[in-house]
Each structure stands twice: as structure tokens, then as C-alpha cells.
């Protein structure tokens, strides 16, 4: 049975693609033939890098009326062309590099990428990714910064915990957190040069106190001398490190706040959602913006975030293990967290999260709940009046089917040896 086509095979009269690398750039631009001709017109040239050339690249293609410019997201190169032919009024689009391989068998060269990128790009065989507007790129770059900076300071807390393992010294298995007050006197005390195992014990405070004795067993590596000179040292470089870090997230999160004083309705909005709070709401916004045009359905964003499954399909069989493959990492880990927060309470998102991690596990809830967190999040987002409502955690058992229930209770008793028959209550 045949059906329409959807296809839109209108070639782009004036297209540009870009060939990027760190030095240099390869435009190729292809525009109508000339009078009396049919092969189109082709050009193709080398240009630095450097902010002049490319603006001067920027200011000649404005002068042919180029109505798209295509380039492959490479590294970090990409950046200075896209925002320059931004600012210069032109059409940049940002391709993956997956959709625009060269055909193989055919030589490779800067060249011939430009042109077979270019050729692509004008019979729009190619789709754009998503790059924000300014506003939210500058967030982007502060939230982006702020969530690695916090590794680095969890990976010199890891290297605290194990110089002082490797010193026999084993406060983290009394403490919970041994970075705490009680935690962080103790450690200053050791740089210092204590080494009375009672006398440091004794540093504890408030929920400390009731585990002086344990404290004690804990440090009593320090009566055989396990905790040398190289560890003070590197004790101290670790634990000035971490300061630093702190110091330096707590600046970022003041930055962010101001950055984030313009969508302070959106926040709003997004904070009603269980698990969501300021920082996760700030990673949102950074990540996905707020215009939501850029993905005509929930569905799509969904899918730009691989929070929906592969479909990958052969001879009649699904191939694969249906994973969603590797998306924004920094919207992934916001969504995880807001989906085990949502899972500790008594809403319908906690209820959908205890709900499948009893049946399907906690890494495959994670996934699910996330996804209904960013469905929820795009319609707040595509909606300025729209307001998060709650269904409530006994949801499931309102609209649960009877008859399924009755079934599943019935076989399971028959599967115990029991005959069943079922009398309505009077």
C-alpha cells in the first residue's frame, strides 16, 4: 500500500560548509549555475583560524547571500566560526559528525570533506544540534564548571581517605564524614604534630562524643609511628586543595545566582517538581534552555537526551540491548539525582520510582523517572502558565483494573495449590 512521501528534496540555492581544525578552516560554498550553465557554481578556500580571517570569511559569505553555513562538530574548534557567523547575521548549523561520513573507498582530505559536507548540506539531508542562545551558554559554562569542580574536590577527598589508610589510621570507619568539624580538627591537629591518639579523640564534638573510644582505637596507628613526615606533608597539600575548592565552587555558585536572576519564573517552576532543587533547576536551564521549539514534543527532547530506548531493528528482530546510548552527561546526572530524591517521597513520582525498582531495579526507575521528569519539565517550560501538579502517590492504586488484580491474586493462590472462588462482599 503506498503513501505519501515526506521528503523535501528542494536543494539549497547558497550553502556553505566548513572543514574545521585547530589552525585552520576549509569553507567550501556552492551557489547557483551561472546564466546559460546547469552545474552549479563551487568554491573552495583555506582560512586561519585566527578571529580576523574568519570574520573576513563571515563578512564574504554575507556578501553572497549564503543562506546556510554547515560545519561538523569537531572538539572545541567549532566554536569560534559558529559564534562569529552568528554575530555576523548568518545561518551557522552545528551537524554531528556520525550523519556526514564520507563514503568509503574515496580519498580524505580537508577538501574533500568541505565539499562532500557542503554537497550533503544543500540537499538538507542533515539535521542541527542544539546550541543555545548566549545567555544561556554563558550559564552552561558556569554550571558546567561548577559540577567539575566538585569532582576535583571529591577525588582529593578519595586521595585524603586512602593516604590515611595507608598510615593505619582509620577514621573514616568511626567517622561518617571525616571532613566534618569534628573531622577537620583532628586532621589540622595531625599537621600540627599531635600524635596522642586520646588527646586527638578527644577534638570530637556534639555526635562525635558518645564514640571517643573508637576515635581512639583509631588512631592508635600513631603510637607505632604509621603517620610519617610525608604524609603530614601531603596531608596538608590535600586539605588546602580541598579548601580551595570550596572556595572556588562557593564563588561559582554566587555567579550562577546572578546569571540566573533573568529566569527566576522558570526556577520557580521547576523547583514545584519532587527532587529538583536551585542547583538542579540552574543545570536545566543551562542545559536544555528555555525555548522549547527546539523540540516539538517531549519525545524529542527525550531523545536528545538518550532518555528513551534505541530501537535498532533487522530482519525482523530487534538487535541490540536497547540501551539509550551517551547523551548530555551533565542533564543525566541532575535527572539521577532528581529521580532517587523524587524516590524518598510520598508523591507519584516517589511512587513510580518505588514501583518499578521493586520489579525492573533502581538503575532502570533511575532512567524512567528521569524521563518523566524531563516530560514534565517540557511542558513547563513550553508553557509559562503551566503549574506542577501532584497525582498523588496512590495514583497506581486508584486506577488500577479490578479484574487484572482479582486474576493475579487468583493464579497466584492456584499456583500454591488452592482452589479459588471468588463471593462478592455483602
Known sequence: MFADSEDDEQIIERVAALDIGKAEVVCCVRLPAAVGKKRRVQEVTTHSTMVGSLSDLANHLVDLRIERVVMEATSDYWRPPFYLFEAHGLDPWLVNAKDVRHLPGRP?????????????????????????????????????????????????????????????????????????????????????????????????????????????????????????????????????????????????????????????????????????????????????????????????LASWAKFSPGIKSSAGKNKGNGSTGHGNRYLARVLGEAAVGAGRTETFLGARYRRLARRRGKKKAMVAVGRSILTIIWHLLADPNARYQDLGPDHYDQRVSTTAKKRSHVRGLEALGYHVTLEPAA
Request: hydrophobic share 45%; net charge neutral; glycine share 6%.
Open 108 to 300: 580524505k582530505t580537508d577538501v574533500l570533506d568541505a565539499v562532500w559536507l557542503c554537497k550533503v548540506a544543500e540537499r538538507q539531508m542533515l539535521r542541527p544540534s542544539f546550541v543555545p542562545p548566549t545567555e544561556i551558554r554563558r550559564l552552561r559554562d558556569l554550571t558546567r564548571y561548577r559540577a567539575d569542580l566538585v569532582g576535583v574536590r571529591t577525588a582529593e577527598k578519595n586521595r585524603v581517605e586512602k593516604l590515611l589508610e595507608d598510615a593505619c589510621i582509620k577514621l573514616s570507619v568511626v567517622a561518617s564524614d571525616i571532613f566534618g568539624v569534628s573531622g577537620r580538627e583532628m586532621l589540622a591537629a595531625m599537621i600540627a604534630g599531635e600524635r596522642d591518639p586520646k588527646r586527638l579523640a578527644d577534638l570530637a564534638r556534639s555526635r562525635m562524643r558518645p564514640k571517643i573510644s573508637l576515635l581512639e582505637e583509631a588512631f592508635a596507628g600513631l603510637k607505632v609511628g604509621t603517620f610519617g613526615e610525608h604524609h603530614r606533608f601531603l596531608l596538608s597539600r590535600m586539605l588546602a586543595r580541598i579548601d580551595q575548592a570550596n572556595t572556588d565552587i562557593a564563588a561559582l555558585e554566587d555567579e550562577i545566582e546572578e546569571h540566573l536572576a533573568p529566569f527566576a519564573d522558570a526556577v520557580a517552576r521547576l523547583e514545584e517538581i519532587p527532587g529538583i532543587g536551585p542547583r538542579a533547576a540552574a543545570v536545566i536551564i543551562a542545559e536544555i534552555g528555555l525555548d522549547m521549539t527546539r523540540f516539538p514534543t517531549p519525545g524529542h
